[in-house]
């Protein structure tokens, strides 16, 4: 009688740790069947093998590491959501839209809830240049949250089909211009500013409506991680930790997701409650999401 007392007592735990912290990614990306593309992760593994498999994969490991919900940018067309309300819409761009009236529709019509990623510095821009301002003025109206790249972005980019792009372009102080003209604006910097994570903590120190996510830095890279454990260590000192919020920026590999879980999960600097933070609670309220 104890041994089975003692079975059915332990049986809810097991589900729980199963189940696992709740989390928010703040940082995915998915494709359409013309712009899915199959390659290498730097650790070697290969993406999928086509669009249906990458996007079962996707949807399989969010439900299996308890992703509760995600900022999806598509890279090439439309948003194709998920049917338990997971994917939250983003918008993919690099350069400033072209019409303002399309764009307030995709906001009216919930299509477009974050405004990113902007990978501004790909076509050579920032996001203080004056074409972004009609836009970022519309999301201020609408209260809607602006995703926005910083640092650096794959090796030899500059050599294949961005020409403009230039590392300097992705110092988060070129969004300081947006953050002193449109002070209600929510936003938040990806991968907080990679080779600049220094110019990030004093932004976010200057500015306390400045969010940002960890993105790419947790996972693709040995310099990369190197810089996200300084951020972490540095931003726990400051006190920022409630302003920080997990993203893994899965591009064609599913598997990164978990990887970037892991990598956050091993930094025994952060307290358990730090991690609360990062992976769930702060996006939570950036978002204005109820628990």
């Known amino acids: 009688m104890k041994k089975r007392l003692f079975i059915l007592l332990i049986i809810p735990f097991l589900s729980y740790s199963q189940k696992g912290q709740p989390i928010i990614d703040m940082h995915l990306h998915d494709y359409t069947e013309q712009t ?7 650790d070697g593994i290969m993406s999928p093998k086509d669009y249906q498999t990458y996007r079962d994969e996707l949807l399989k490991i969010l439900k299996d590491f308890n992703v509760e919900k995600a900022i999806v940018s598509t890279i090439g067309g439309p948003n194709k959501l998920d049917n338990d309300g997971v994917l939250i819409p983003g918008y993919y761009t690099n350069s400033p839209p072209k019409d303002t009236i399309a764009f307030k529709e995709l906001i009216k019509s919930g299509k477009l809830k ?12 920032t996001l203080s240049d004056p074409r972004f301002e009609p836009f970022l003025k519309i999301c201020q109206q609408y209260d809607v949250p602006i995703a926005v790249h910083t640092g650096g972005g794959p090796i030899g980019i500059t050599y294949m089909g961005h020409p403009n792009f230039r590392i300097k372009l992705g110092d988060p102080y070129t969004v300081e211009d ?3 003209k449109f002070p209600k604006l929510r936003i938040y910097i990806m991968h907080a500013g990679e080779v600049f994570y220094e110019n990030t903590l004093r932004l ?4 306390s409506q400045l969010y940002t996510d960890l993105g790419v830095i947790l996972w693709v890279h040995e310099q990369p991680m190197d810089y996200a454990e300084q951020f972490l260590k540095k931003a726990k000192k400051y006190g920022l930790i409630d302003r920080i919020m997990f ?5 064609v590999w599913p598997h990164a997701i978990e990887k970037s879980i892991n990598q ?7 307290s358990e409650n730090d991690k609360r933070k990062i992976f769930y609670e702060n996006a939570l309220r950036f978002l204005k999401l109820k628990e």
């Open 247 to 251: 993203g893994s920026d899965q591009m």
């Open 114 to 125: 974050v405004f990113g990623e902007i990978g501004a510095l790909y076509d050579g821009l």
């Open 36 to 42: 899915y593309y199959t390659a290498p992760a730097p």
């Open 204 to 207: 976010m120190l200057q500015y």
């Open 178 to 180: 947006v953050l002193a």
């Open 264 to 270: 956050l999960n091993s930094y025994d600097f952060l």
